[in-house]
Nanobody
Framework: QVQLVESGGGLVQAGGSLRLSCAAS????????MGWFRQAPGKEREFVAA????????SYADSVKGRFIISRDNAKNTVYLQMNSLKPEDTAIYYC???????????WGQGTQVTVSS
């Protein structure tokens, strides 16, 4: 099983950028797709972005398409989420996990809080 630790969240003004990181331990990292999900207060956790085990194929939620970029470095067992042109509605706790397509497969880390002020 993969253990996941997210980092890089913070407080940013609307229009700003943040880069999230997800460090994974466990030898299964490079054989699985990885994805980012988020959960805003009072809402269900939702899909944000995912990429294939090679990183060559990516998927994005419509709400972040064109603004967020997912990438991964299998040598470092790390997946990233570059978030640009942030909006207040992006405020949430962001989590990474292993995925099949856009569906979460495994366990969740503690998440990292992203707060976008208007």
């Amino acid at each position: 099983q993969v253990q996941l630790v997210e980092s890089g969240g913070g407080l940013v003004q609307a229009g700003g950028s943040l880069r999230l990181s997800c460090a994974a331990s466990g030898r299964t990292f490079s054989i699985a797709g990885m994805g980012w999900f988020r959960q805003a207060p009072g809402k269900e956790r939702e899909f944000v972005a995912a990429n294939s085990r090679s990183g060559g194929m990516t998927s994005y939620a419509d709400s972040v398409k064109g603004r967020f970029i997912i990438s991964r470095d299998n040598a470092k067992n790390t997946v990233y989420l570059q978030m640009n042109s942030l909006k207040p509605e992006d405020t949430a706790i962001y989590y990474c996990t292993q995925v099949a397509g856009t569906s979460a497969l495994g366990s969740w880390g503690q998440g990292t809080q992203v707060t976008v002020s208007s």
